[in-house]
């Protein structure tokens, strides 16, 4: 009796035991199946060009695609030839092509811009003109600155400095240069090119060529016949 319970408890222990070493082992084989996912997820990662992938620090906006930036450092000072012709960086915004169409693109942009006889060209910067003066900025056409008109866009508070062109068809652009001093050279400068001063030209189409000439011999005749 006594054997056979031993022999009973024996076997209770080597089952426990088996049942034990079992769990162990199973436990053992989820966490080294749990660690082999990590690492092929970690090494899935690492391989995917979206991961390798990071952006580069942005350039300050001045410098970036020539873009709008509040810092006024970054503005090239005004050229003015002997002929009046202007040239320098200024940064634009078109706001209306015509009285009834707005610009597709409304965005500030830093261009350098050029003043020679009654046109306005664009360029990329004042390198581009330089180099390749056919070439303007986005393929864009000079402005035509006959009938148009620059003023000081004092009803413009978001930003300072800044002047409006107004063209013949009713549309506009903003500009905004780097000082006070610039701002009125631009607009002096487009307004007398626009509008040029004529005055002595226009007092000669008045006449006809030589009238003055033929009225003189006229009072002296007439002065003549009144003494005889």
Not at 73 to 90: K, Q, V
Not at 140 to 165: G, Q, S, W
Not at 170 to 186: C, E, I, P, R, T
Request: a positive charge; aromatic letters at 10%; one cysteine or more.
């Amino acid at each position: 009796m006594v054997v056979k319970y031993f022999s009973c408890n024996l076997l209770f222990i080597l089952y426990l035991a088996c049942f034990v070493l079992t769990r162990l082992v199973l436990a053992s084989r989820r966490s080294s199946n749990a660690s082999e996912k990590k690492r092929d997820k970690s090494s899935a990662r690492s391989k995917s060009p979206f991961r390798s992938f990071r952006f580069k620090k942005s350039k300050p906006a001045a410098a970036a695609s020539g873009h709008y930036s509040d810092d006024e450092d970054n503005y090239d000072r005004t050229i003015e030839s002997a002929d009046g012709e202007l040239e320098g960086m200024l940064v634009r915004k078109h706001e209306w092509e015509s009285t009834t169409k707005k610009a597709s693109n409304r965005s500030w942009e830093k261009i350098c811009v050029v003043l020679k006889e009654q046109q306005l060209c664009f360029y990329k910067d004042q390198k581009a003109y330089k180099n390749h003066p056919e070439e303007t900025f986005k393929g864009e056409p000079a402005v035509d600155l006959i009938n148009c008109t620059a003023e000081v866009a004092t009803d413009y508070t978001k930003k300072k400095y800044v002047f409006r062109l107004r063209l013949s068809n009713g549309g506009y652009y903003l500009f905004q240069a780097a000082d006070d001093d610039q701002m009125n050279l631009w607009v002096n400068g487009i307004n007398t090119q626009a509008a040029p001063q004529e005055a002595e030209a226009d007092k000669s189409r008045t006449l006809p060529p030589g009238s003055e000439k033929k009225d003189e011999p006229k009072r002296r005749s007439f002065f003549t016949l009144k003494k005889n």
